[in-house]
């Protein structure tokens, strides 16, 4: 039941994210639905950074298997902090699932956090 009315022919899963190691990236990517985005990239320094999920609509952020945490387009925060800790020097690895179908093909770390202004918060 959802706001007082019944919701007929839905079916429902768990999505068991404890090792998301186990995810397959060989799948195509369609439009509006959710998926997985695997990046990599290499670390010189290890420092505390933010993720910019700006461009991103709603999910969560994998660094190097740790789950940083969950984001959405909403804000009024739209970066997730990532602490020095959890980068390897070397390659590291981000992964996000992202559940509105949203996909970017670069992400960007940041020195401070990313948020929205008090107009666009008033606007949603």
Known sequence: M???HFINDWEQYPLPLKN???VDFNKEWSENQPAFYHYNFEVDVLKDTYLDTSGFGKGVVFVNGFNVGRFWEKGPTLSLFIPRGVF???LSEIIIFETEGTYQSKISLREHPVHMDIESL???
Do not use: A, F, M, P
């Open 2 to 4: 959802s706001d007082l």
């Open 20 to 22: 998301i190691h186990q």
């Open 88 to 90: 390897n020097v070397g």
């Open 122 to 124: 008033e606007e949603k």
